[in-house]
T-cell receptor, first 112, second 114 residues
Framework: GNSVTQMEGPVTLSEEAFLTINCTYT??????LFWYVQYPGEGLQLLLK?????DKGSNKGFEATYRKETTSFHLEKGSVQVSDSAVYFC???????????FGKGTKLTVNP | DTAVSQTPKYLVTQMGNDKSIKCEQN?????MYWYKQDSKKFLKIMFS???????INETVPNRFSPKSPDKAHLNLHINSLELGDSAVYFC?????????????FGPGTRLTVL
């Protein structure tokens, strides 16, 4: 079945550091890929998405590129802020299904 | 003007009790979902309804029964609560048939079974 694997956390960075959170997926065909973010005490919010190979999703300084050859969708940000502290989830849907399959989440803490 | 709301936010109860969690969305969406997030933050879909009809039913015990009285509401009733049901339950909604759509999540209900 479909699955998503993302790097284990927690990740702790200093403000203005470069962030990478790795995400790889297993799926047949061409899934759509997402990054969701969960701030403390809140529900999830869509951060960015990509629906086909080589698409780049971007939002709030975060970027991720859909790489079919490596089945990856790594999240990057050039300069993190304290307000980026949250749990980040990589996810996919496939075949017109609305069912989101999530990775296990990566907790990011950014220190001033 | 909350988009997806859930009540209650916290629910503490004893094993064996029956409880309900309510979800409402005012986004005009036609599809709603329930997700369970365990203590390790792992999120898994439980159910999905489209226009009040069940379309996704993952391997969830029969003690869990979703009910959708209309497109804007999807409630979750849980019978005979067990310790392992302790988790955060998230409701979400989306508009189907629009290509790849965003799901909007509620703030979650933290259920603790003692």
């Amino acid at each position: 079945g479909n699955s998503v694997t993302q790097m284990e956390g927690p990740v702790t960075l200093s403000e203005e550091a470069f962030l990478t959170i790795n995400c790889t997926y297993t799926a047949t065909g061409y899934p759509s890929l997402f990054w969701y973010v969960q701030y403390p005490g809140e529900g999830l919010q869509l951060l960015l998405k990509a629906t086909k190979a080589d698409d780049k999703g971007s939002n709030k300084g975060f970027e991720a590129t859909y790489r079919k050859e490596t089945t990856s969708f790594h999240l990057e940000k050039g300069s993190v802020q304290v307000s980026d502290s949250a749990v980040y989830f990589c996810a996919l849907t496939q075949g017109g299904s609305e069912k989101l399959v999530f990775g296990k989440g990566t907790k990011l803490t950014v220190n001033p | 003007d909350t988009a997806v709301s859930q009540t209650p936010k916290y629910l503490v109860t004893q094993m064996g009790n029956d409880k309900s969690i309510k979800c409402e969305q005012n986004l005009g969406h036609d599809t709603m979902y329930w997700y369970k997030q365990d203590s390790k933050k792992f999120l898994k879909i439980m159910f999905s309804y489209n226009n009040k009809e069940l379309i996704i039913n993952e391997t969830v015990p029969n003690r869990f029964s979703p009910k959708s009285p209309d497109k804007a509401h999807l409630n979750l009733h849980i019978n005979s609560l067990e310790l392992g049901d302790s988790a955060v339950y998230f409701c979400a909604s989306s508009l189907a048939g629009q290509g790849v759509t965003e799901q909007f999540f509620g703030p979650g209900t933290r259920l603790t079974v003692l």
